[in-house]
C-alpha cells in the first residue's frame, strides 16, 4: 500500500471516529435520514477519495457522504519542504487557550504553520477535516453564514472533545456567527447549524420572535455580497495562496455589524 493509500486509510478512520461524535452531540437536530446513512457505512474508505482538482483544500460532498482530499497537497507540501523554515517549530499550534473559539486566523496563518510545524500531507488533511465532516453529517455550508456556524461548531466540538482542527477557517464569518449565537441562544445555534435557509428563518420566527427572522434574512443577504466574489474564484495550487488569502482580506462586513448593532439598540429600549 502506497502512501497515498496509507493516509487515505488513516484519515477515514478519523472520519468514522468523528461522524460517532458528531452524531451523538447533535443527534436532535442532524436529520434522521442523514443518521442512518451514516451509521450504515462500517468503512469509510471508499468514501474519503483522493482527486487530482487543481487546489490544495479539502471538500465535501454531503450527497454522497464523500470527502475529497487533493492530490495537489502532495505536490505542495514536497515544495514547502524545500524552505527554510520548514520544521523550525514542531509543536507550533495557531491558538492559545483564550481564542480557540474567537481568532483573527486566516488561510494565511495556516499555511504559515504548516510550514513551521514541518506537516505532512496527513497531517495537514487531519486539521481541515473535523470542518468537512461536519458537512456530511448535515450541517449547511457554500454560503457565507453557513460557514461561519460550521465553523463555529467545528471550534466548539474540537475544543469539547480534544479533537484536532486548525481553528484558522473563515474567521470573519465565525465571529458573525457567534454574534448570532449570543443572542439566540446555543441551543438554537445548533439547531440552525443543521437547517436550510427557509427552515432557519421559520424557526427564528417560532422561538425568536418575527425581528431575530429578519436580522438574520438581512445578515446572510449582505454576507453574501461579500462573500461571493471570494468564494467563486479559483486558486490553484501554492500558486493561488497569496491570492486566496488577499481576495478574504478584502471582505467587510461593516454593514452586517451595522444590523446587529441596531438590533442590540432595539432591544435595550
Known sequence: MNQIELDRKEISQLVKKYVTIILEEYKEYIPINIQ??????????DYVLVVPNHTISLFANPINTTIYLPFDAYKAIEI????????IGKNHKTYKENNIILNDNTYRD????VI??????????????LHEVMHICGSSGFHALCEGFNELKTREIAEKYGLETSYCGYPKEVKIAYELQQIFGRKIGDKINFLDFKERLILLEQEVGEEAATLYK????SM?????????????????????????????YKEVYSFLNDYKDKKKK
Open 36 to 45: 442512518n446513512k451514516l451509521k450504515s457505512i462500517k468503512d469509510f474508505y
Open 218 to 221: 438581512n445578515i446572510f443577504v
Open 110 to 113: 495556516f499555511v504559515n504553520h
Open 80 to 87: 514547502l519542504k524545500k524552505l527554510p523554515d520548514y520544521g
Open 224 to 252: 453574501e455580497k461579500e462573500f461571493r466574489p471570494y468564494i467563486t474564484k479559483s486558486y490553484p495550487a501554492l500558486n493561488g495562496i497569496k491570492e486566496k488569502c488577499d481576495e478574504y482580506d478584502k471582505i467587510d
Open 116 to 129: 513551521i510545524k514541518g506537516e505532512s500531507c496527513v497531517e495537514y488533511f487531519k486539521e481541515i477535516l
